[in-house]
């Protein structure tokens, strides 16, 4: 069985000094003396001046500006705040998808800071309240052509292949629940 991105973190963690030659507490010392304040700049700092492999320099930059999940979490209750100020009226939108996603089976449910990954195997869905009138669905299905609602995802996320724009509650009908379905069936 796959670990969850929690688990895989953790073995990252715990690996870092053998794969990397420093602790994780090292390299966020490194990457904060840099200078570097965004994300990119950490990851292309560390890949470029000490050869860190793309994952390792990733989790270093996150832990350095504590923009992770976990980091997140210990303090937000990241879904309410995804779900807060002028996008509250989109909650139920979520709702409906989450009711939706959990009728397909087991499923894992990570809330990230600006969006909700849903794992079953591997990530089939994501859920973005990308607008305060409106929620994407994003969902991978790589063998779906797109048509009508269901649109290719574009520069939405390159993490999934379509994207579902939602406004209401009642968007989230036979149709987005079949491609949730087929999403998670192929994960």
């Given at each position: ?9 953790n073995?990252?963690?715990a ?46 930059a ?8 976990g ?17 509250v ?32 195997s ?66």
């Amino acid at each position: 069985m796959p670990q969850s991105p929690d688990d895989m973190a953790n073995a990252m963690i715990a690996n870092f000094k053998d794969k990397t030659g420093k602790s994780l507490d090292q390299w966020i010392v490194i990457a904060k003396k840099s200078g570097a304040a965004k994300h990119g700049e950490i990851v292309k700092l560390l890949k470029a001046d000490h050869g860190m492999t793309h994952g390792f320099a990733n989790l270093v930059a996150h832990k350095t500006l504590k923009s992770d999940a976990g980091s997140l979490s210990e303090t937000t209750d990241l879904v309410a705040a995804q779900y807060a100020g002028d996008k509250v009226a989109l909650k139920p939108i979520y709702d409906a998808l989450i009711r939706a996603a959990k009728s397909c089976g087991a499923i894992e449910i990570a809330p990230k800071k600006a969006y909700v990954s849903l794992r079953r195997s591997k990530q089939f869905a994501i859920i973005q309240p990308s607008t305060k009138t409106r929620v994407d669905l994003g969902l991978n299905m790589k063998s779906e052509s797109a048509k009508g609602r269901l649109e290719i995802s574009g520069s939405f996320n390159a993490m999934v292949s379509h994207r579902v724009r939602l406004e209401k509650a009642t968007d989230v009908d036979k149709d987005i629940k079949t491609w949730i379905k087929k999403a998670w069936s192929e994960a």
